[in-house]
């Protein structure tokens, strides 16, 4: 039911440092606190769209078995259980079933080949993979992977066929506060993936962010589109809801306008969660494509990366609802919202403000907080932010920590009224004739041409200016993508966002590269340009 809004400044002072105790068991928290209420635990979309929902009761008798399982095979506390699965009722009994019996969940994204899986399942050293049939092939080509349970009978021991006839009850194993429930793997963009190990606690801010942030009510349909393989999907289409006691949806079927809107209108979802990639997309539909659902959505949150405010501006218009941008990382979860259950002043193109629980700040390269209006690198207070959970790179030498901070690598500048604006990754961020240009707001800027679906902006070797702006754009179908076209997105840039930032070269795409979770790969672009510039140097003057 509705809460009354409560002001964000005034909350956060009356907020305890002191670190919660935390849950026994992520299983306990996410399932057994909410046992003998008969409420839907999980709402599921199969692919022929047959709507099917399951109580928290019947996950109890599930992951019981699932627990059983894994002891039978001597698969305790910490130790990993992988899951290769699509969004689906197995997916959840996984999950919920290796937290029962102590051990660690690692999530794998259904659209990762043979490598990526190699890498994080000799990382984790996984003692059991949970894959579906469709999936199950390209484990035949991870060398040394562990034992695999499928959906499908085949080769491999059936997952239904296992539970059958195990008991149905199953004390959950007690572990602290440190101890591990996941085990995520950075998304990869500067590097090889880096594993992270998530301890119970975090469940302590997951629970925060969807409160304070998304605002999920009692009477809220509520639809997290982001794919559990990931961080968002996982930690906040699974975890969170579940720990607040909340039905969590699935939607099995590859996302696509018609499917979002249908499940939208089908379901009555009031509250939906997903990223910026699929919010463009609705937008690009158009109007008429929104109009059957405009006014459902009573919150709209947005997360991975930086939303662009002509689709914050469209969502109001075309369906008349607020979607507010949110900041984190698979190391720290949330951690910079715009609220919708606290008030605080919302600025479209500013992240927010912290989410309660961590203490946040703007540094120079020597460690100093930055004024007003200059960027800086957001960085996390390690003491004095209880809710953080990140405790460094599983195996790895060099740590993102510096005097006390956790570094986390993207360029922020801090507003007057306190907010956080988000400015880029700093490897992102692009050096011109002595200024320091954010892609975001030239992206933005970009989008609200009527012409331009996506783009991505991206600093091009230059011996004048150091480095110029170059923007990769994603054309509507009916748009002519010629010289003219170019030109006249350049002098938009110019005229609406300023006279040093604005692209000085425009290459149109079909598609931008992204990772698998749908945020766009920039060094790769960065890589491209950098060896356009290098194969036609310019003329080197005569004597």
Same mark, same amino acid.
């Given at each position: ?115 990526? /899986? ?125 720990? /607040? ?251 609406? /966002? ?46």
């Amino acid at each position: 039911m509705q809460q009354p809004i409560r002001d964000y400044f005034e909350y956060v002072r009356t907020l305890d440092a002191t670190p919660a105790p935390g849950p026994l068991n992520a299983w306990q928290r996410c399932v057994g606190a909410h046992l003998g209420q008969q409420r839907e635990a999980l709402c599921w979309i199969d692919l022929q769209r047959v709507v099917r929902r399951y109580s928290f009761e019947q996950l109890d008798t599930w992951t019981a078995q699932f627990a059983q399982l894994l002891t039978a095979r001597g698969i305790g506390a910490g130790e990993v259980v992988a899951g290769l699965l699509p969004r689906r009722l197995e997916l959840l009994i996984v999950v919920l079933g290796t937290w029962r019996a102590g051990a660690v969940y690692q999530p794998l994204f259904t659209a990762f080949g043979p490598k990526a /899986l190699e890498h994080r399942l000799t990382t984790s050293a996984a003692r059991l993979v949970v894959a579906s049939g469709d999936q199950r092939p390209k484990l035949d080509e991870v060398q040394g992977g562990p034992p695999v349970l499928t959906l499908e009978s085949g080769n491999d021991e059936d997952f239904w066929a296992a539970l059958e006839g195990l008991p149905t009850s199953f004390p959950p194993v007690p572990r602290e506060r440190e101890d591990p429930c996941m085990i995520m793997f950075t998304s990869g963009t500067t590097g090889a993936a880096k594993g992270l190990l998530v301890p119970l606690h975090a469940l302590d801010a997951i629970a925060t962010y969807m409160r304070d942030a998304v605002d999920v009510r009692e009477d809220d349909v509520l639809w997290n589109i982001a794919d559990p393989g990931w961080a968002y999907g996982l930690y906040y289409g699974i975890a969170g809801p579940l720990a /607040l006691g909340h039905s969590v949806t699935f939607h099995e079927g590859p996302f696509t306008v018609e499917s979002c809107y249908r499940t939208i209108a089908e379901l009555g979802v009031s509250n939906l969660m997903g990223a910026p990639t699929a919010y463009r997309m609705l937008m690009a539909a158009g109007d008429a494509a929104a109009a059957p659902v405009k006014g459902r959505l009573r919150a709209v949150s947005s997360a991975g990366e930086p939303l662009n405010p002509e689709v914050i501006r469209w969502f109001e218009r075309a369906l008349d609802t607020v979607i507010h941008d949110h900041y984190g990382q698979t190391e720290t979860g949330m951690t910079l919202c715009n609220h919708h259950a606290l008030a605080h002043p919302v600025q479209p193109g500013s992240a927010g403000f912290p989410l309660p629980g961590y203490r946040l700040e703007v540094l120079d390269e020597a460690g100093q907080p930055q004024p007003v209006g200059v960027p800086g690198m957001l960085a996390v207070h390690v003491a004095d932010s209880p809710a953080l959970f990140f405790r460094g790179y599983w195996k790895a030498e060099q740590q993102p920590f510096r005097d006390g901070w956790y570094l986390t690598g993207d360029t922020v500048e801090r507003n007057a009224d306190g907010s956080i604006a988000f400015v880029g990754r700093s490897d992102d961020v692009i050096t011109s004739a002595g200024y320091r240009i954010g892609p975001f707001d030239v992206e933005s800027c970009l989008l609200e041409h009527e012409d331009v679906i996506e783009a991505a902006v991206v600093g091009k070797p230059d011996p004048e200016r150091f480095e110029l702006v170059k923007a990769y754009v994603v054309l509507r179908k009916e748009a002519v993508a010629d010289d003219a076209l170019a030109q006249a997105l350049s002098l938009h840039v110019k005229r609406r /966002l300023s006279a040093h930032a604005y692209p000085r070269e425009i290459a149109f795409v079909d598609a931008l590269p992204k990772t698998p979770s749908g945020k766009i790969q920039r060094f790769l672009l960065r890589n491209q340009a950098k060896a356009e510039a290098e194969a036609n140097p310019p003329p080197v003057p005569a004597a």
